[in-house]
């Protein structure tokens, strides 16, 4: 999802900036146009009375993951989890209407996969974000967020912003959304391996590995041998992929995951393993839990595409599965390592706000994707809130499956506030 997460100069009193400019206060302004702000458009134009709102983005148009799409990957959550189905079934803005839109609807429904494709579901993210691009500023970089106090409490939000020229401005709101911060600012587990691997210089992140993909494919006289470490979807994506060079020499898999294992061959130990398959050939158990969402398809692929790579080298090359955690033994004689844990943390959008930690009590949790920050008792007046929402879920690889209800009660929140103050305003008028 795209946003405008990033830290930010040091900034003195906005109101002091000789190229501010002070315009109407939005009801809501939203940092970053993803998924989760889309839908909070979908939830206000569906809204009985809409709001006025505002979306700013650092980035010049519209993107989703455009680094991490793989061919036939999908999507973890069933189509009907998107933008707008879960809240409002009569959405124009479902996935369904987006089908029925591209003459796909029937020819999806035969597909027999509930799960859509990704690289389908970001084209569905863009007709909608085509929708509402007059209520989006694009190239429009937030620099800084300060509360602006009112009498007795702060009454409303300054909102810095850059756009692509230099010129900065300044905007405000009763109400604002942020993105939430991201998964990869928590304490992370060690990584599966500890090798130190020539100081990092062929370690690839897998969400770099689309760049780096057709380097890694090309022709040589000598092939490369890959290990892949990691334990998630795009573990099993990448893998698929590789496989399916068949220029590349030997594959390892360093993973956690049990159901990525092969069928175990009895040794000769005194007390020898219990053979197994795979989790798709395995029986199901009342008690598996299976860490991958519909993967069986591409983990059957894997071992398909496996076998004849086997097959066609006379042995030469074959796909190793190492099931632990510190396997650095086993990765020693590879050119690339592609791992989930080669990045290093986001920085998240609390470094945009000023003053504001010593109003800020903690966030609510409101379901998977939002939290509502909360204020000290009487730090901010009734109708000024801030929420933190993100549409990807646990992982990244969909959307949160309440992303579209959340964006509704937001969107309700901001419609009850609006009212509030009309009835507060007409009861002034009507003493005086």
């Known amino acids: 999802m795209s946003s405008t997460q990033h830290s930010t100069p040091s900034l003195g009193p906005i109101s002091s900036s000789p190229t501010t400019k002070l315009l109407e206060p939005y009801d809501l302004i939203c940092i970053g146009f993803g998924p989760a702000q889309i839908a909070t458009a979908i939830a206000n134009e569906e809204s009985r009375k809409s709001s006025k709102v505002l979306f700013l983005e650092k980035e010049p148009s519209f993107s989703w993951h455009p680094s991490s799409q793989l061919p036939r990957s999908r999507m973890e959550n069933p189509f009907i989890y998107d933008l707008a189905t879960v809240r409002n079934p009569r959405s124009k803005f479902s996935y369904t209407c987006y089908l029925l839109s591209q003459d ?17 579901f970001e084209h569905y993210l863009g007709w909608c974000a085509e929708h509402f691009k007059t209520q989006v500023r694009y190239s429009s970089e937030v620099i800084g967020v300060v509360p602006e106090k009112g009498v007795n409490s702060i009454r409303r939000w300054n909102v810095a912003v850059r756009d692509m020229n230099g010129k900065t401005y300044v905007l405000q709101a009763r109400n604002i959304m942020i993105p939430s911060p991201s998964e990869s600012t928590t304490p992370r587990a060690r990584p599966l391996t500890s090798v130190d691997f020539l100081a990092g210089q062929r370690i690839i992140s897998m969400d770099n ?36 060079c068949y220029r590349l020499g030997n594959v390892t898999l360093v993973t956690e995951n049990e159901t990525l294992a092969p069928l175990r ?69 590879a050119d690339f390592i592609i791992s989930e ?59 949160a499956k309440d992303v579209a209800v959340r964006a509704g009660e937001v969107v309700s929140a901001l419609s009850a506030a609006t009212a509030e103050e009309q009835n507060g305003a007409m009861m002034i008028n009507a003493r005086m």
Not at 104 to 120: G, T, W
Not at 289 to 318: D, W
Not at 365 to 385: I, T
């Open 104 to 120: 796909r609807l029937i020819e999806f429904a035969n597909s027999d996969r509930l799960q859509p494709l990704r690289e389908e």
């Open 265 to 333: 061959i009895l040794g000769d130990d005194a007390s020898p393993p219990q053979p197994r398959l795979c989790s798709i050939w395995a029986k199901p158990s009342c008690e598996s839990k299976p860490s991958i969402t519909g993967s069986s398809e591409l983990i059957q692929s894997i071992y398909a595409r496996a076998y004849e790579k086997q097959v066609a080298s006379k042995g030469q090359f074959t796909l190793r599965v190492v099931i632990g955690r510190d396997a650095a033994e086993s990765i020693t004689k």
């Open 341 to 399: 844990h080669a990045t290093g943390s986001l920085k998240t959008s609390s470094g945009l706000f000023h003053g504001l930690d010593a109003l800020v009590l903690g966030c609510q949790q409101k379901g998977e994707s939002l939290e509502e920050v909360q204020f000290k008792r009487g730090a901010v007046a009734e109708g000024c809130r801030m929420w933190m929402m993100s549409a990807n879920s646990e992982g990244g690889r969909s959307l």
């Open 209 to 244: 590995y689309t760049t780096r993909r057709n380097e890694l494919h090309q022709p040589r006289e000598i092939r490369l041998n890959i290990a892949v470490i990691g334990s998630g979807e795009q573990t099993i994506e990448i893998l698929d992929d590789l496989l399916s």
